[in-house]
């Protein structure tokens, strides 16, 4: 792996975003810039991060960081040709390929959101490793959520009311966007999205469910745990105790004190 040079790079990437309305070529040149600087020594998992099931490069953040911001400019000047290439990258399997499709898709203009809904579908439906969904949630779903939050919504409700397993898993991991950006506006409607899988948690969703809940726990406790009481209370809820008792540890003391009292109650 070379030592990066600023001037070099600078210039490499440069030449790399002038193929931006040539997809094929951008991409097999991006191959071959990643490649380049690569640590080949680099075992996957020993940065901390859970090992990769699919490729990706080890290359270091400066050099990605450069190719984006080579190609922020090239987005809002031409955003009907970077689709093109969206498609052309995310047709790679690779991690760095598929992460800069998404990031790309969720700065292009959604009116009408139509062709980036329509994208994500298509890559989320056929189920990809959760490091990567997370990736696409928080990228992807950028200017939905800037632009036409009712449709972001629209679309998060479709996806966990369908029997798709890896759609359900995508609307519950696309809560955690939502909380962070939106603040307390949506907390209603992210509340009124999770309920169900608050009753009944399928098992192999119930990581999801956790991961939504402790975020929305150190978010937002006392009005997390009114939901978690008021679902406490509501017929056809077997795994509400089960869950309540998974998240327990993630709220203030007086709040714990106050959840544990409300499952006594049921008992």
């Known amino acids: 792996m070379p030592a990066i040079q600023p001037a070099r790079l600078k210039q490499q990437v440069s030449d790399l975003a002038e193929k931006y309305n040539q997809p094929l070529l951008f991409v097999r040149e991006l191959h071959a810039l990643l490649h380049l ?11 901390g991060e859970p090992s990769l099931l699919m490729k990706a490069y080890k ?4 050099v990605m960081r450069q190719v984006w911001y080579a190609l922020t400019p090239i987005i ?3 955003p009907t040709v970077v689709l093109p290439l969206c498609d052309a990258l995310w047709a790679e399997s690779n991690y760095d390929m598929q992460l800069l499709a998404s990031r790309l898709l969720g700065q292009l203009p959604v009116n009408p959101p139509d062709p980036v809904v329509e994208r994500l579908q298509s890559w989320i439906g056929k189920g990809i490793e959760k490091r990567l969904l997370d990736g696409v949630l928080m990228y992807g779903l950028a200017r939905l959520q800037q632009d ?5 919504q629209e679309l998060i409700s479709a996806w966990l009311s369908s029997s798709n397993l890896h759609f359900q898993r995508a609307g519950l991991r696309a809560l955690l966007p939502m909380i962070n950006r939106s603040g307390s506006e949506n907390l209603p409607v992210i509340f009124r999205l999770l309920t169900p899988y608050l009753r009944v948690a399928p098992s192999r969703l119930r990581p999801d469910i956790h991961i939504v ?3 929305l726990a150190q978010y937002s406790p006392a009005e997390t745990a009114f939901l978690l009481r008021q679902n406490l209370s509501a017929p056809n809820n077997p795994d509400t105790p089960w869950i309540i008792r998974q998240v327990l540890d993630e709220f203030p003391e007086e709040t714990r004190i106050g959840l544990r009292n409300a499952m006594k109650g049921i008992s």
Do not use: I, W
Request: proline share 15%; glycine share 4%; no cysteine.
């Open 37 to 47: 600087y690569t640590d080949h020594t680099h075992r996957s998992g020993q940065s």
């Open 76 to 78: 809002k000047q031409h």
């Open 213 to 215: 809940l402790t975020t």
């Open 148 to 152: 036409a939050p009712d449709q972001l």
């Open 59 to 62: 290359a270091p953040p400066p």
